[in-house]
């Protein structure tokens, strides 16, 4: 076990009035059905594909859970204010897919459920991402690795049919844009941020050499 006093050298909670705190569950789980509203109005190519392809995948979702962490009072409320965001997403999503559209994705319920259920545990260690230190800097690495990871493998999202392909471009500008936000946002130095960039541009080689994303999700999430 990791003592309070080691994880305060990485990162001290911020004090915090018991208002602030309800209030920031409540923007967490605004914000969690306004984004599942959202994603399901754009969940049809026809609409605009561009939209439906950033939602139906992982980092958009880790781009604004990781936003949600660092900037938390403390780590448990970094867990709760991700819980509620997912919760909520997930639950105006997959109700009205259900209710309304008379649909039950089971495969994706489960793998997004699994997703709500950790996620607690990654905002936890998320939340020291904005601290001091060669941590903070590798906990950082993380997200942006997962962004550039699947932002690369994106090359291959719409192979062999070329139907969306026009729009990969504009897929990479967004996937660049989430990585200069986090790394705008986050780190306290321009050590943690470079240090954070080094390690992020080494595990992301390590991932599409061995098709990490591949190889956990099995496509769930769009990555392939």
């Not at 967490?28 to 059905?33: D, F, K």
């Not at 980092?59 to 604004?64: A, Q």
């Not at 260690?125 to 493998?153: C, H």
């Amino acid at each position: 076990m990791v003592s309070n006093r080691a994880l305060n050298s990485i990162r001290t909670p911020i004090g915090s009035t018991k208002e602030h705190k309800l209030r920031s569950i409540v923007y967490a789980t605004v914000l969690g059905i306004i984004m599942g509203v959202a994603a399901k109005l754009v969940d049809n190519a026809s609409i605009n594909p561009i939209f439906d392809n950033i939602g139906g995948r992982l980092g958009i979702w880790v781009f604004t859970a990781t936003l949600l962490s660092v900037f938390s009072c403390s780590p448990k409320w970094a867990s709760a204010n991700v819980f509620a965001f997912f919760v909520s997403m997930l639950a105006v999503y997959y109700v009205y897919t259900t209710l309304f559209l008379k649909f039950f994705p089971g495969k994706a319920i489960l793998f997004w459920g699994i997703c709500a259920l950790i996620s607690p545990v990654c905002a936890y260690v998320m939340w020291y991402a904005r601290g001091k230190g060669f941590i903070s800097a590798a906990i950082l690495s993380l997200p942006i690795t997962l962004l550039l990871a699947e932002g690369y493998e994106l090359r291959n999202a719409y192979l062999p049919i070329h139907t969306h392909y026009y729009l990969i471009p504009w897929l990479y500008a967004i996937y660049i844009l989430m990585v200069v936000i986090l790394l705008a946002a986050i780190p306290k130095n321009k050590r943690n941020l470079l240090v954070g960039l080094s390690l992020a541009m080494i595990l992301c080689w390590i991932f599409v050499q061995w098709d990490v994303l591949g190889r956990m999700f099995g496509g769930m999430n769009g990555v392939l």
